[in-house]
T-cell receptor, first 115, second 115 residues
Framework: AQSVTQLDSHVSVSEGTPVLLRCNYS??????LFWYVQHPNKGLQLLLK??????LVKGINGFEAEFKKSETSFHLTKPSAHMSDAAEYFC?????????????FGTGTKLQVIP | DAGVIQSPRHEVTEMGQEVTLRCKPI?????LFWYRQTMMRGLELLIY????????DSGMPEDRFSAKMPNASFSTLKIQPSEPRDSAVYFC?????????????FGPGTRLTVL
């Protein structure tokens, strides 16, 4: 069985300060992990993905995430927040379940960026 | 590729009417997912298909909802009869098991309003 937990439903940061969005997962196999971003009234866009290559993954718009197997975590970070980063972020785990690809979304973290 | 295509983008209907949402996945993708997103319940997986076959429909809320995938390039989600609580944004997504290891590509969504 797989699951994903986003530890914060809301995160508020000041513009120019670091961003940390936390995600923990559980999976029976070797999962793939993703972060998606959804801006208001928009669809979901892939931010970055981990697929068993380098544990530090760089994505678009200066975001990155580190896969830590020992901690079962895949936290999303950015050194300096921009106003345009205000959005909802979803952590996603994908692995095999009975021969099929199973995907589980986290409940989302809304990021507020304060000027 | 044009990406995942959904139609209509907006639908306003009256309670009791039949609603049909349409999705064209990315060519070559063998998985197709239907999601519903509301403020109250967040993002919910309704059903997903693999090679046109429904694999897991446990997220379909009730018998008023049905989904079909008659071929690899087309899927429908039907609500009959519709109710005001069905108002939501419905997303379709597709992915390829062999490529991307679970990365889903989302359509722009259909915003459904049931009066």
């Amino acid at each position: 069985a797989q699951s994903v937990t986003q530890l914060d439903s809301h995160v508020s940061v000041s513009e120019g300060t670091p961003v940390l969005l936390r995600c923990n997962y559980s999976s029976s196999y070797s999962p793939s992990l993703f972060w998606y971003v959804q801006h208001p009234n928009k669809g979901l866009q892939l931010l970055l993905k981990y697929t068993s290559a380098a544990t530090l993954v760089k994505g678009i718009n200066g975001f990155e995430a580190e896969f830590k197997k020992s901690e079962t975590s895949f936290h999303l970070t950015k050194p300096s927040a921009h106003m345009s980063d205000a959005a909802e972020y979803f952590c996603v785990v994908s692995d095999r379940d009975g021969g099929y690809q199973k995907v589980t979304f986290g409940t989302g973290t809304k990021l507020q960026v304060i000027p | 590729d044009a990406g995942v295509i959904q139609s209509p983008r907006h639908e306003v209907t009256e309670m009791g009417q039949e609603v049909t949402l349409r999705c064209k996945p990315i060519s070559g993708h063998d998985y197709l997912f239907w999601y519903r997103q509301t403020m109250m319940r967040g993002l919910e997986l309704l059903i997903y298909f693999n090679n046109n076959v429904p694999i897991d429909d446990s997220g379909m809320p009730e018998d008023r909802f049905s989904a079909k995938m008659p071929n690899a390039s087309f899927s429908t989600l039907k609500i009959q009869p519709s109710e005001p609580r069905d108002s939501a944004v419905y997303f379709c997504a597709s992915s390829s098991r062999t490529g991307g290891r679970g990365e889903q590509f989302f359509g722009p969504g259909t915003r459904l309003t049931v009066l």
